[in-house]
């Protein structure tokens, strides 16, 4: 897995992914949308069910999965690192009017992910390349965020560990093939914030 995304003239960006990676990639953004939970589809909200879902209040309280937890934050810190009773109802009812956008934007996201790498067909066990405009490119970077996410909180990733305790565990760790997954996604995420920037 050495792929890493270039700018094109269009103001997208190009990877060049073999079965494997598209297998990966594919599988990851699956589970993170069984994850996230099922959404409506833009088809289902026509005329009245469109305002009625503007209007759809969402939890007020955080996931009990870590990693959905990780993905829907709290809007004030939590109620672990906030006790105050004024901030813990802000929070709940940020949360209660966010959620289930930002659920149905990493859905979103994560489908689109999908749909591009269902348009590849590596020829010969060699790689095919992944082509995306702008606008994929943002959705993109949002669904690797994500499953970066997913997965460093599955490992206990700290916001201040590099990874080079990961790296040093055993091939027969049982976590080694996710850490690595971690790591390769991290190398997408960073090339393709660099082909737009640059």
Known sequence: ????????PDGGASVPLDEVEISILRS?????????????EAGEREGDDLLASIFNDGPSEPPADPVLARLFPDAYGGPDLVPDDDVRAASAEFRRYTENDLRSRKREDALALIRALDTLAPAG?????LRLKPEE???????????????????EVTDEEDGGELLRLPDSDPRKPMVMAYLWL?????TLVESLMG
């Not at 066990?125 to 390349?129: K, P």
Request: aromatic share 4%; glycine share 18%; net charge negative.
């Open 28 to 40: 990851l953004a699956v589970q993170l949308m069984e994850l996230i939970g099922p959404g409506e």
């Open 125 to 129: 066990g060699g790689s095919a390349e």
């Open 137 to 155: 490119c943002r959705q993109w970077l949002g669904a690797l965020n994500d499953l970066r996410l997913a997965i460093g909180t599955r490992l």
């Open 186 to 190: 991290g190398g997408l995420q960073e």
């Open 1 to 8: 897995m050495t792929g890493h995304f270039e700018p094109l």
